[in-house]
Structure formats: C-alpha cells, structure tokens
Nanobody, 111 residues
C-alpha cells in the first residue's frame, strides 16, 4: 500500500496548481485523507483534510478560501486545488491517509 503525490512545480504568485494524491494497494474511500506541507526550516503543518465521502472538509486559516480539497473515490485519488498562490505557500506538500505518507511534491511560488 502506498500514496503518491504529483502536480507540484514552480508557479508565479497569483497562479494555480492542482496536486493529486493517488492511493494504490488499498481502497482509499474508507479513510480520511489530509494534505500537509513543510516549508524549509519549519515543521509540518496541516493544510486540509477531507472525510470519507467528501462531504466534510477542514482547512487551515492560511489557505481557507484559496485551496480546495476534493476526492474521487472511484479513482482512488484526492486532490488539492490551490489558487491565488503566495510565496509563503512554498513547501513540500504531503498527503496522509491510513497512517501512510506519500513522498511529497515540491511547490514553489516565486516570480
């Protein structure tokens, strides 16, 4: 069983990215899934999480209104749509579910 993140990259301030977290080896639909991020020199912080059916979501205050977490259980995938990106969003983004962590995907917001 594993989680694999993708979709990171370099984007200018104000831009958008969509991250994906794909699960393999188990059925994702039975688990709450969270996105975390870790900026250089800082601890890992919770960005958002989504309950099993996608009906309930929670966001960190710093991203609320800009980021949207969603899931497609048929595709065993959770997404993080990130809009209006800021330099302070620069970090490695990780997904977490069923006590598993992905390898992370780098997001860099810079002009």
């Amino acid at each position: 069983a594993q989680l694999v993140e993708s979709g990171g990259g370099l984007v200018q301030p104000g831009g958008s990215l969509r991250l994906s977290c794909a699960a393999s080896g188990f059925t994702f639909s039975g688990y709450v899934v969270s996105w975390y991020r870790q900026a250089p020199g800082k601890g890992r912080e919770l960005v958002a999480h989504i309950e099993t059916t996608g009906g309930n979501t929670v966001y960190a205050p710093s991203v609320k209104g800009r980021f949207t977490i969603s899931r497609d259980n048929a595709k065993n995938t959770v997404y993080l749509q990130m809009n209006s990106l800021k330099p302070e969003d620069t970090a490695v983004y990780y997904c977490n579910g069923r006590t598993l962590w992905g390898q992370g995907t780098q997001v860099t917001v810079s002009s």
